[in-house]
């Protein structure tokens, strides 16, 4: 929108929407979704569009055969491009390797590496200043793995607890093991809101991606 994209070339779909979920159930959800935004919203066929059709798909892990209906559209050559996200990482790899390989851009968004999480609390100089002994520190040691004994690697090791110790590492390691490295976390403030977000992630991650999902 920022850039000059008219809102009618925007199409979000909601994949976990219930109302959607029942509306199009026994049907096929995404093909029935762009039907109905093409004869009423877009007010033109997809073959005739002269400007580029965003249609971002979130939670599409929920859609039935959704990579079956992206990739019919996506070879018929529209001026259309997916936008396809979803927590469940393994059900949209699982959708985009078969029907649609070769056809997508994956980009896995991974929470922080606990280095991440340090950089994050840290000040421009502080920050630039920790990713530099971190960078020297993960090449010498891969070296010293490779090519040196096992006292290098420590050696490395003990040199980066000296070098660090300023930004009261073990504290801030106390504090990743507890919240993890979600942003939406440490950039909240409110630790009832904090912990009850975390306690429902937990949940949906066993009762949904690992047992249903994966039939685990």
């Known amino acids: ?5 008219q809102g009618n070339r925007i199409f979000f ?40 059709l965003y249609i971002f798909i979130d939670e599409a ?28 990482s393994s059900e949209l790899k699982r959708g985009s390797q078969n029907p649609l390989a070769g056809r997508v851009d994956i980009q896995v968004l991974t929470p922080f590496t606990f280095s991440d999480f340090v950089r994050y609390q840290l000040q421009d100089k502080a920050r630039d200043d920790f990713s530099k002994i971190i960078d020297i520190a993960c090449a010498e040691f891969s070296n010293a793995l490779a090519t040196g004994t096992h006292a290098d690697a420590y050696e490395v090791a003990r040199k980066v607890i000296d070098d660090t110790q300023k930004y009261k590492i073990k504290v801030k390691f106390e504090k990743y093991l507890y919240l993890g490295g979600f942003p939406r976390v440490l950039s909240n403030e409110e630790p009832s809101e ?5 306690k429902d992630l937990m949940t949906t991650t066993i009762s949904k991606d690992i047992m249903a999902q994966e039939d685990i």
């Open 61 to 88: 892990q929920n859609i039935p055969d959704w990579e079956m209906d992206v990739k019919s559209i996506i070879d018929l050559k529209y001026k259309i491009k997916f936008i396809v996200t979803g927590s469940s």
């Open 1 to 5: 929108l920022k850039s000059g994209v």
């Open 13 to 52: 779909i909601q994949g976990d929407n219930p109302l959607l979920i029942e509306a199009f159930s026994g049907k096929r959800f995404l093909y029935e979704l762009l039907t109905i935004f093409e004869s009423f919203f877009l007010n033109k066929e997809f073959s005739t569009l002269e400007e580029t």
């Open 194 to 198: 904090v912990q009850k977000y975390l």
